[in-house]
């Protein structure tokens, strides 16, 4: 993408993506996450791989967590495809403990839409 304009467009978009993610997460919004993940979307937590279906009735259940944050975040376009790198602090509600966690989402642009196609997540209490 050689495109300045464009990838300044993009960077705004999939910002906001992240964002909508993170709390979509912490607010259990499937409404949300069913206009942004693809239809062929996975992801990936500790022991876990869920497809789309699976992962929207997992978010669909009270979250174990509170105060989800998310930091140094890093977002590579390469051409259709994204990554986005963050790590991410939370709250354990069972037992208050603090908690840190590493994730990557993977965007496509699809039809001029960014899409998550793929997430994955090394996080305690996932």
Not at 101 to 116: N, S
Request: aromatic residues 10%; negative net charge.
């Amino acid at each position: 993408m050689t495109d300045t304009k464009q990838t300044t467009e993009d960077l705004a978009v999939l910002e906001q993506l992240n964002n909508d993610y993170v709390r979509s997460d912490q607010f259990s919004d499937v409404k949300r996450f069913n206009e942004f993940l693809a239809e062929d979307f996975i992801v990936q937590t500790p022991g876990v791989t869920r497809n789309r279906e699976e992962f929207l009735d997992y978010i669909a259940k009270p979250r174990p967590f509170k105060d989800l944050a998310v930091h140094d975040v890093n977002i590579r376009i390469l051409s259709d495809v994204a990554l986005i790198h963050a790590r991410a602090t939370y709250t354990m509600l069972a037992d208050g403990v603090d908690q840190e966690a590493l994730y990557t989402d993977t965007y496509q642009k699809r039809e001029g839409t960014w899409v998550c196609v793929a997430a994955c997540a090394i996080a305690p209490g996932a």
